[in-house]
Nanobody
Framework: QVQLVESGGGLVQPGGSLRLSCAASGSIGSINGMGWYRQAPGKQRELVAL???????TYADSVKGRFTISGDNAKNTVYLQMNAVKPEDTAVYYC??????????????WGQGTQVTVSS
């Protein structure tokens, strides 16, 4: 099994910054990519940002220029630097990992989620 542990969520004022971290552990052979999704109350879960093992990145249009995703392959960890946050960024943020396990199976794994609230 693979476990994802997120940290860094909390309350932040509009215009402020926050950094999320997610560390993967367990039966990992290799990681194809990791990323962040978010789900606001009453809305569907949506992609925020993804980074592949070759450092290729994808961002939702709503966060381009404000959020930066980065990964540390040696630590199986992904980070999301959130700058200039807005109230509409308020959501539960979920870490996601696309993993080849040591049993040579490929699966997607989710973290438990971390709450980010943007409010004055």
């Amino acid at each position: 099994q693979v476990q994802l542990v997120e940290s860094g969520g909390g309350l932040v004022q509009p215009g402020g910054s926050l950094r999320l971290s997610c560390a993967a552990s367990g039966s990992i052979g290799s990681i194809n990519g990791m990323g962040w999704y978010r789900q606001a109350p009453g809305k569907q879960r949506e992609l925020v940002a993804l980074v592949t093992s070759t450092s290729s990145t994808t961002y939702a249009d709503s966060v381009k220029g404000r959020f930066t995703i980065s990964g540390d392959n040696a630590k199986n960890t992904v980070y999301l630097q959130m700058n200039a946050v807005k109230p509409e960024d308020t959501a539960v943020y979920y870490c996601y990992a696309d993993v080849w396990t040591i049993l040579r199976t490929r699966s997607g794994y989710w973290g438990q989620g971390t709450q980010v609230t943007v409010s004055s």
